[in-house]
């Protein structure tokens, strides 16, 4: 047997392009199939940046962290712009394949979850069924404190009145909106010549949100798209639910304190 190309051989090609397997004669599916395969690999990309950006807030670091998160930026923007291909695909075209998904969702995907967990979005009934029955990957993640809270870590550190309890929980605990937190944003941002790296540091969680949040808004645009007012394929009611966690922002006080501005 000849060797194959080192090109081949060393990202393992020939593996890769066996995993992309239709169950059906539709057209469309191979893309939808091939989008959900880059979309996986991309959310492990952001998640690996923000885990060096986690990093570098433990060193108290803030300009390797605004690198980090930068490059998450970057790749959460082709995350948002994979939606475009997905939408060459006609509701119609949808329907011819949908049947073969079974109850295949999008809701299952532990590097989606991953990053959420990373981000800092911990709510108790997926952390409840990450311990049950969890990807390993999963459960390592709750045993550290998320991306917020390493942020409040070092803002606390540089004598910032962060509050005790957002300190102290449980890594595996959500943080919950908090009065001293956007009290700290809003001191941050009302003299931002005194306080500088914080001011960086807000502004560069803040991009990471709004992709994120654009990320979920124009997957519900494509659901929306796709399906109209059908249910999900994960059991959900569809839109209505997308809609619903569209509310969600991550870095909570980083949006709230700017009405005090
Ligand atoms: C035709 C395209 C798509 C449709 C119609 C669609 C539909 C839906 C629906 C209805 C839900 C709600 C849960 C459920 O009942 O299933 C959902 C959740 C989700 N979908 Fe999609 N989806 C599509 C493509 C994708 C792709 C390509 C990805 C990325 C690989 C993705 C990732 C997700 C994730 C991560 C969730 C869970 C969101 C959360 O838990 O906050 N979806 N999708």
Request: glycine share 6%; net charge negative; proline share 3%.
């Amino acid at each position: 047997m000849t060797q194959a190309p080192e090109y081949v051989a060393y990202a393992r090609m020939d593996e890769l392009h066996e995993l992309q397997n239709p169950r059906s004669d539709a057209r469309g599916e191979l893309n939808f199939i091939l989008i959900s395969h880059v979309k996986e690999l991309l959310f492990r990309a952001v998640t690996d940046d923000l885990d060096t950006a986690r990093a570098a807030l433990d060193r108290d670091d803030v300009a390797d962290t605004c690198l980090a998160l930068s490059r998450a930026v970057r790749t959460q923007r082709v995350l948002v712009a994979c939606w475009e291909s997905m939408n060459g695909m006609s509701a119609d075209e949808f329907v011819a394949f949908r049947h073969v998904l079974n109850d295949a969702s999008g809701v299952q995907s532990f590097a989606y979850r991953t990053l959420e967990f990373v981000m800092g979005n911990r709510p108790r009934d997926k952390v409840e069924a990450t311990y049950e029955d969890g990807h390993p990957l999963l459960r390592a993640e709750l045993a550290k404190p998320s991306l917020y809270d390493a942020v409040l870590a070092h803002l606390a550190r540089q004598g910032y009145a962060i509050p005790q309890d957002c300190l102290e929980k449980s890594p595996a605990q959500q943080h919950e909106l908090s009065a001293g937190v956007e009290s700290v944003w809003l001191e941050v941002y009302r003299d931002t010549g005194k306080h500088h790296e914080a001011h960086r540091l807000a502004e560069a969680l803040l991009e990471v949100a709004y992709q994120f949040s654009h990320w979920r808004s124009t997957h519900l645009l494509v659901v929306e798209r796709m399906l109209g007012g059908k249910g999900g394929t994960g059991g959900s009611d569809g839109a209505p639910w997308l809609r619903a966690i569209n509310e969600h922002r991550f870095f909570p006080e980083l949006w709230t304190f700017r009405t005090r501005l």
